[in-house]
């Protein structure tokens, strides 16, 4: 278990403990108000660039929104003088076309993928000092860095297609035109897959989740464009510029999405927006999450204890009484019955024995039977003839 998932269930104990009661014994939903989900710690590197450097205004992410606008509309019109100038300079006209890999298109999405996987590490730094994370849902955000870096790497080189060749190649099918079959079904299924996980962990900031649908959507559109597979009803969608500015654009939505959510997240730990109610159905699961990692947790051994000595106060032993039959006496108690003895045999119309205090029916001449001394034998002698006298 790593330290940073132990300190954060510290935190999310301790938060339990001192609102509501922790998860596991309080499964009721709390408050908007009431609920803190993220406590970034000390120097966090992750919250201070999210807070600092990325863009958290308003304004700035209309800039941003306006600027990648801008540059997408720049590299398509570059695009149209590509084709005039080809026959005088191949590398300028290379250099300016949108679809051929190195140009300036393929370098600025390769940009953007890059972008998107920094992000990506961010809101793993982030996500990770989220309290109520009991399953390390965070570690998604390390699978969607991957696979920009990935897309980066692929939108530089085009290495799908040179993929997509040799397999075709190899197993002899290729059922799409320009062996579109191999890079569309297995990419489509893994990005697929990834985006839509992505989406359900941004769902609780709808505008996030509403622009990174519509970039999913356009990519989908823009990828089935480039295999061959939109019909040609709409001359738009024939074009050959449609599918490589529909790729830029869905990366460029995606980096905006990042944005957004960073955004919503920032916001939420400086208590400036509201944690949503989670559902009683996620709360259980989150309870039973936590009760079976606390339980498969070993306890810690109880400390020895040094044992406390128990005082017991001396009873006075009473006066002219011999001990109990089967009970050795002390020596105390055996002072206690000399000095009665003496005190009765100073009565004067009283004759004292050795017997006194003993029951004569359940007299026993047995091992606990005490006899008197031999000084004893003759001071009671000597009273006894003082008397006779």
């Given at each position: 278990?790593?330290?940073?998932r132990?300190?954060?269930?510290?935190r999310?104990l301790?938060?339990?403990a001192g609102?509501?009661?922790?998860?596991?014994?309080?499964?009721?939903?709390?408050t908007?108000?009431?609920?803190?989900?993220?406590?970034?710690?000390?120097?966090?590197a992750?919250?201070?660039?999210?807070?600092?450097v990325?863009?958290?205004?308003?304004?700035?992410?209309?800039?941003v929104?306006?600027?990648?606008?801008?540059?997408?509309?720049?590299?398509?019109?570059?695009?149209?003088?590509?084709?005039?100038?080809?026959?005088?300079?191949?590398g300028?006209?290379?250099?300016?076309?949108?679809?051929?890999?190195g140009?300036?298109?393929?370098?600025?999405?390769?940009?953007?993928?890059?972008?998107v996987s920094?992000?990506?590490l961010?809101l793993?730094g982030?996500?990770?000092?989220?309290t109520?994370?009991?399953?390390?849902?965070?570690r998604?955000?390390?699978?969607?860095?991957l696979?920009a870096?990935?897309?980066?790497l692929?939108?530089?080189?085009?290495?799908?297609?040179?993929?997509?060749?040799q397999?075709?190649?190899?197993?002899g099918?290729?059922?799409?035109?320009?062996?579109?079959f191999?890079w569309?079904?297995?990419?489509?299924l893994i990005?697929?897959?990834?985006?839509?996980?992505s989406?359900?962990?941004?769902?609780?900031?709808?505008?996030?989740a509403?622009?990174?649908?519509?970039?999913?959507?356009?990519g989908?559109?823009?990828?089935?464009?480039?295999?061959?597979l939109?019909?040609?009803?709409?001359?738009t969608?024939?074009?050959?510029?449609?599918?490589?500015a529909?790729?830029?654009?869905?990366?460029?939505?995606a980096?905006?999405?990042?944005?957004?959510?960073s955004?919503r997240?920032?916001?939420?730990?400086?208590?400036?927006v509201?944690?949503?109610?989670?559902?009683?159905?996620?709360?259980?699961?989150?309870?039973?999450?936590?009760?079976?990692?606390?339980?498969?947790?070993?306890e810690?051994?109880?400390?020895?204890?040094?044992p406390?000595?128990?005082?017991?106060?001396a009873?006075p032993?009473?006066?002219?009484?011999?001990?109990?039959?089967?009970?050795v006496?002390?020596?105390?108690?055996?002072?206690?019955?000399r000095?009665?003895?003496?005190?009765?045999?100073?009565?004067?119309?009283?004759?004292?024995?050795?017997?006194?205090?003993?029951?004569d029916?359940?007299?026993?001449?047995g091992?606990?039977?005490?006899?008197?001394s031999?000084?004893?034998?003759k001071?009671?002698?000597?009273e006894?003839?003082?008397?006779?006298?």
């Amino acid at each position: 278990m790593s330290t940073a998932r132990a300190g954060r269930r510290r935190r999310m104990l301790h938060e339990g403990a001192g609102a509501t009661g922790s998860v596991a014994s309080n499964p009721e939903p709390t408050t908007p108000s009431s609920r803190v989900r993220y406590t970034p710690r000390d120097g966090s590197a992750s919250f201070a660039v999210a807070s600092g450097v990325l863009p958290r205004s308003p304004l700035a992410l209309a800039g941003v929104v306006i600027g990648l606008v801008a540059v997408t509309a720049a590299l398509v019109w570059a695009d149209r003088f590509s084709a005039g100038i080809a026959t005088a300079n191949a590398g300028v006209a290379r250099l300016l076309s949108f679809a051929q890999p190195g140009s300036l298109a393929a370098w600025w999405e390769a940009a953007l993928w890059l972008a998107v996987s920094v992000q990506a590490l961010l809101l793993f730094g982030v996500r990770r000092q989220r309290t109520d994370d009991t399953r390390g849902a965070y570690r998604w955000w390390i699978v969607v860095a991957l696979a920009a870096l990935g897309m980066s790497l692929n939108s530089a080189t085009h290495a799908h297609a040179a993929v997509a060749v040799q397999l075709a190649a190899v197993t002899g099918f290729s059922p799409l035109a320009g062996d579109a079959f191999w890079w569309l079904v297995p990419g489509g299924l893994i990005l697929g897959g990834i985006a839509i996980r992505s989406l359900l962990e941004i769902k609780e900031s709808p505008v996030a989740a509403a622009i990174g649908v519509t970039g999913f959507v356009i990519g989908s559109v823009g990828w089935l464009a480039a295999a061959g597979l939109m019909p040609g009803l709409v001359p738009t969608l024939a074009s050959p510029l449609f599918a490589p500015a529909a790729a830029l654009a869905a990366v460029s939505l995606a980096s905006v999405t990042l944005l957004l959510y960073s955004r919503r997240i920032v916001r939420e730990a400086a208590g400036e927006v509201e944690a949503p109610v989670a559902t009683p159905k996620a709360v259980e699961r989150n309870a039973d999450a936590q009760e079976l990692k606390l339980s498969a947790e070993p306890e810690p051994a109880p400390k020895p204890t040094k044992p406390k000595r128990q005082t017991v106060a001396a009873t006075p032993e009473p006066e002219a009484e011999f001990a109990e039959p089967d009970i050795v006496p002390t020596r105390a108690a055996k002072r206690a019955k000399r000095n009665a003895a003496l005190q009765a045999s100073e009565e004067p119309d009283r004759w004292v024995s050795g017997a006194e205090g003993y029951n004569d029916d359940g007299y026993d001449d047995g091992p606990s039977t005490r006899k008197l001394s031999k000084a004893e034998r003759k001071r009671l002698r000597r009273e006894k003839a003082r008397r006779a006298a």
